[in-house]
Every structure is written in structure tokens, then in C-alpha cells.
């Protein structure tokens, strides 16, 4: 997820623009980014003026990585998703 948002660092990209770029479905994809934006590594912001039948009843939500998570994604490498490192309920990294 970090690569899809720093592959364009100045743009902002929406939900499904992120999904698209990562083949990650909403239900893995929205809290992987609320665990990037409380770790201060990605921004997001309501387009409020953005309502109506493009994209839907409510406002599109814009994310794009702030300068440390930038420049976290440049140091981390990519990962198969079957090898990645995730953290379990106790915080402990697992496999």
C-alpha cells in the first residue's frame, strides 16, 4: 500500500483508486490506512465537494502519505503479500 501511494507522491488518491493500484479489497484496505494515518504516515481528507452520482451519496476520502511516511516507504522493501510481516492482537510480529 505504501508503494501505491508513493508511486505519485503529490496526488491524493481515493479509496478505489487504492484499491485498483493494490488489489486489496476495502475490508483489508481501510484498516490498513487508519493504522497508516494514526501512525502519522498517511493524511486523509473528506472531499465534501465531491458528492453525487460519480461517487456516490457520501464525500470521496483522499489519502496521501505525509513526508514520513514517504519517506518510510522508500526504505521499506516490497514484499510478496504471502511473506509479509503482520502483527498479531498482542502487538508481536508474525508471519
Known amino acids: 500500500m505504501l508503494n501505491a501511494l508513493a508511486a505519485e507522491p503529490n496526488t491524493e488518491l481515493y479509496g478505489l483508486e487504492i484499491f485498483e493500484r493494490t488489489g486489496l479489497l476495502s475490508g ?12 502519522g504516515w498517511v493524511h486523509a481528507r473528506w472531499d465534501r465537494e465531491q458528492t453525487g452520482r460519480q ?3 457520501s464525500p470521496p476520502h483522499y ?13 521499506t522493501p516490497v514484499e510478496h ?15
Open 28 to 39: 483489508t484496505t481501510y484498516p490498513i490506512l487508519l493504522r497508516l494515518q494514526r501512525d
Open 55 to 57: 461517487h456516490g451519496p
Open 63 to 75: 489519502y496521501h502519505l505525509t513526508h514520513r511516511g514517504l519517506i518510510q516507504a522508500r526504505n
Open 81 to 95: 503479500p504471502h511473506t509479509a510481516w503482520s502483527t498479531d492482537h498482542a502487538g508481536k510480529r508474525t508471519r
